[in-house]
């Protein structure tokens, strides 16, 4: 059974860090892209970072550049959202995926999504 397992959400002060983390079971998903997605209450899900397989292309959203960072660990089949300088609007439920291209990340046409974690900013 597939399965993409966050963790690393929490509560945090506006410009601390936090590091998420998803790991990724069930199948080889070294060849995937993989990224990140978050939803607001009363808000759409929206992209946030994604990577492609070989951990060499990248690409985020406006909101996030330069502060957020994607990475993956293909040993550990694991991908990181490394967050700093933390804004109350980050504050969002932040949901793993995976497809099989970068393109299809980003465009939300995901494979498998995680189940999400929590990422709380107090001002």
């Known amino acids: 059974q597939v399965q993409l397992v966050e963790s690393g959400g929490g509560l945090v002060q506006a410009g601390g860090s936090l590091r998420l983390s998803c790991a990724a079971s069930g199948r080889t998903f070294r060849s995937y892209a993989m990224g990140w997605f978050r939803q607001a209450p009363g808000k759409e899900r929206e992209f946030v970072a994604a990577?492609?397989?070989?951990?060499?292309?990248?690409t985020y959203a406006d909101s996030v550049k330069g502060r957020f960072t994607i990475s993956r660990d293909n040993a550990k089949i694991t991908v990181y959202l490394q967050m700093n300088s933390l804004k109350p609007e980050d504050t969002a439920v932040y949901y793993c995926?995976?497809?099989?291209?970068?393109?299809?990340?980003?465009?939300?046409?995901?494979?498998?999504w995680g189940q999400g974690t929590q990422v709380t900013v107090s001002s």
């Open positions: 990577i492609g397989w070989s951990g060499g292309s990248t």
């Open positions: 995926a995976t497809a099989t291209a970068l393109y299809l990340v980003v465009g939300g046409t995901v494979d498998y």
